[in-house]
C-alpha cells in the first residue's frame, strides 16, 4: 500500500473502491490504498499509491456522507423513530440511538438478543417471534405493534416495522 499523511476525517475506518483500488481512511488520518483484491491491516503495507484528487473526492464523500447520517439521526431522534438491525444467521443487533432510548438503554451498549427479547411481554414475544419466522421464510416482511418492560421496569408500547433483505437468495 502506498501510505501519505492526510487531515483525520473521523476514528475508525472507511474503505471505498476508487477503480480497483481499495481505500480505506485510519483513524490516524493516514490513508492507505491496496489493490482490490490485497489486505489492509494495521501491520501490512504494500507498494503503490494513490491520486490526490481521489483522496479529496474521498473526504468529500466522506462529509457529506457524515452530514447526511447527522440530519437522519436529527430527524429520526424528534419523531422517536429508531432504526434497527438483526443479522442473521448470528442475530447481532444494531441499534440507532432512539431505539436505545425506548428501552431505557444506555446507547451504544452492548447488546443481547435473548436479554432484548425478555423485555417484549409474553404475547408480544410469541407474536413477535411468529410473524419474524414467517417474514424470514418468505423474506417479506411484517408490522406489530408490541409491548415491553424496559430495563428500568416501564411498561411502554412501540411499533415494530421490519423488512427481511437478501442477497442471492439468502
Not at 422517536?80 to 428501552?103: K, M, N, Q, Y
Request: with cysteine; charged share 25%; proline share 4%.
Amino acid at each position: 500500500c502506498g501510505v501519505q499523511d492526510y487531515p483525520p476525517i473521523a476514528a475508525g475506518r472507511y474503505r471505498a473502491d476508487l477503480g480497483g483500488r481499495s481505500v480505506a481512511w485510519w483513524p490516524a488520518g493516514r490513508l492507505h490504498s491496496c489493490p482490490v483484491d490485497g489486505g489492509i491491516d494495521d501491520m501490512t503495507v504494500h507498494q503503490s499509491s494513490l491520486d490526490i484528487g481521489a483522496a479529496a473526492e474521498i473526504a468529500r464523500l466522506q462529509a457529506e456522507l457524515l452530514h447526511s447520517r447527522k440530519i437522519f439521526d436529527r430527524a429520526s431522534e424528534a419523531a422517536r423513530i429508531g432504526v434497527w438491525e438483526c443479522t442473521l444467521p448470528d442475530e447481532a443487533l444494531s441499534w440507532t440511538d432512539v431505539v436505545f432510548d425506548l428501552f431505557d438503554l444506555p446507547r451504544g451498549c452492548t447488546l443481547d438478543r435473548a436479554q432484548i427479547l425478555a423485555c417484549y411481554t409474553e404475547a408480544s414475544r410469541e407474536a413477535l417471534t411468529r410473524l419474524r419466522g414467517q417474514a424470514i421464510a418468505e423474506r417479506s416482511g411484517f408490522m406489530l405493534d408490541a409491548e415491553i418492560v424496559t430495563f428500568r421496569g416501564r411498561r411502554r408500547w412501540i411499533r415494530v416495522t421490519a423488512t427481511v433483505d437478501s442477497e442471492n437468495g439468502r
